[in-house]
């Protein structure tokens, strides 16, 4: 994983949100566009690739507090892409409280129903 610049190779986007009650929740509130629509998703997902996670922090009063991109190094499959979005949503929240409690001297409550992560392959 680092931090190098990304040129997707399929056009769109997969946006998932960090917390839900249930997998079937997750699924439903998902958002698929261009070439990740359902007709290609599986086409896109069944092979190891390179992909782009974004995660779009937001507080419990509905501020965006925290954006952050990650680019896969290596290839990684759809097992990989899921603990990365896990891990490094993460450690993204808890250097966003850490700088929040440092600069205002605050607790950053964040809220994950609305946080989201867009993945780009």
């Not at 896109?44 to 974004?54: G, S």
Request: net charge positive; aromatic share 14%.
């Amino acid at each position: 994983m680092s931090q190098t610049a990304f040129k997707p190779v399929f056009d769109g986007y997969f946006k998932i949100f960090l917390h839900d009650d249930d997998y079937k929740k997750a699924v439903d509130r998902a958002e698929f566009t261009g070439q990740w629509i359902r007709s290609r998703r599986k086409r896109i997902m069944k092979r190891d690739r390179k992909f782009q996670v974004t995660l779009h922090i937001f507080d419990m009063d509905g501020h965006k507090r925290g954006l952050q991109s990650m680019v896969f190094k290596d290839r990684g499959g759809q097992g990989d892409l899921s603990k990365v979005i896990f891990g490094f949503g993460n450690e993204f929240c808890d250097e966003l409280r850490a700088k929040i409690k440092k600069e205002y001297d605050e607790d950053l409550k964040v809220d994950l129903v609305n946080s989201y992560a867009v993945i780009r392959a």
